[in-house]
T-cell receptor, first 113, second 115 residues
Framework: NAGVTQTPKFQVLKTGQSMTLQCAQDMNHEYMSWYRQDPGMGLRLIHYSVGAGITDQGEVPNGYNVSRSTTEDFPLRLLSAAPSQTSVYFC????????????FGQGTRLTVV | AQTVTQSQPEMSVQEAETVTLSCTYDTSENNYYLFWYKQPPSRQMILVIRQEAYKQQNATENRFSVNFQKAAKSFSLKISDSQLGDTAMYFCAFMRLYQGGKLIFGQGTELSVKP
C-alpha cells in the first residue's frame, strides 16, 4: 500500500511564484487535511476536506487554496508564494469514524526566497 | 477554541531510564481523542499512542503509557526503558469527536536519548 503520497519532497520558489503541492491517498479515506510545521509552533491546520467537493478552512488558510474533485486527491495551491510560507507541509488522511487513525505523508519542505 | 500546550521544548534522558513528557489542553468538549505522535529526523509522523476521553483507563503501548487526567486536562506520555531510537520530536494532539479528522497539535518536545 502506498498510503499517503506527497510530491514534491523539496521545493524552492521565488517570491510571487505559484505552485501546487500534490497529495494522493489510496485508502479511500473521506477525510483529508493539510498542515504546515514551523519551529516552536507544532503543526497547524491549513485546509481540510470531509469528502469530494467539500472543503473548509483551518487555522492558517490565508495564501492557500484547495479543491477536492476526487476522493483520492487533495492538492494545495500557493497562488503567490511569500517568504512567510517557507515551511514543511504535511498532508494527512483518515477514514470516517471516531476511532480511526490519521495517516500522514512524508512532508514537503518548501523554501520561498 | 481548543488549544494544546507542551511546556517542555527540549528534554534529555539516559538510555534505559524513564522520561515523562507533559501536555495540557483546553476544551469545553466532553468527547474527544488525544494522541502522541513521534517525528524522528526522517520527518515521518508516527502515531505512538491514542486515548479516548470517555475511557478512564490509561492507554498503554509496550514501553509507552499515558497519564490521562480529564478533570485537570492533562495528558502526559511516559517512556520506559528509553532507547536511542526514541530520539525524536514528540507532539501531543487533540481531536474532537466527529470533527472531520481535524487535529490540533502542541508545540512539540524534542527528546534526546543519550547513551
Amino acid at each position: 500500500n502506498a498510503g499517503v503520497t506527497q510530491t514534491p519532497k523539496f521545493q524552492v520558489l521565488k517570491t510571487g511564484q505559484s505552485m501546487t503541492l500534490q497529495c494522493a491517498q489510496d485508502m479511500n479515506h473521506e477525510y483529508m487535511s493539510w498542515y504546515r510545521q514551523d519551529p516552536g509552533m507544532g503543526l497547524r491546520l491549513i485546509h481540510y476536506s470531509v469528502g469530494a467537493g467539500i472543503t473548509d478552512q483551518g487555522e492558517v488558510p490565508n495564501g492557500y487554496n484547495v479543491s477536492r474533485s476526487t476522493t483520492e486527491d487533495f492538492p494545495l495551491r500557493l497562488l503567490s508564494a511569500a517568504p512567510s510560507q517557507t515551511s514543511v507541509y504535511f498532508c494527512a488522511s483518515r477514514e470516517q469514524g471516531p476511532s480511526s487513525r490519521a495517516f500522514f505523508g512524508q512532508g514537503t519542505r518548501l523554501t520561498v526566497v | 477554541a481548543q488549544t494544546v500546550t507542551q511546556s517542555q521544548p527540549e528534554m534529555s534522558v539516559q538510555e534505559a531510564e524513564t522520561v515523562t513528557l507533559s501536555c495540557t489542553y483546553d476544551t469545553s468538549e466532553n468527547n474527544y481523542y488525544l494522541f502522541w505522535y513521534k517525528q524522528p529526523p526522517s520527518r515521518q509522523m508516527i502515531l505512538v499512542i491514542r486515548q479516548e476521553a470517555y475511557k478512564q483507563q490509561n492507554a498503554t503501548e509496550n514501553r509507552f503509557s499515558v497519564n490521562f487526567q480529564k478533570a485537570a486536562k492533562s495528558f502526559s506520555l511516559k517512556i520506559s526503558d528509553s532507547q536511542l531510537g526514541d530520539t525524536a520530536m514528540y507532539f501531543c494532539a487533540f481531536m474532537r469527536l466527529y470533527q472531520g479528522g481535524k487535529l490540533i497539535f502542541g508545540q512539540g518536545t524534542e527528546l534526546s536519548v543519550k547513551p
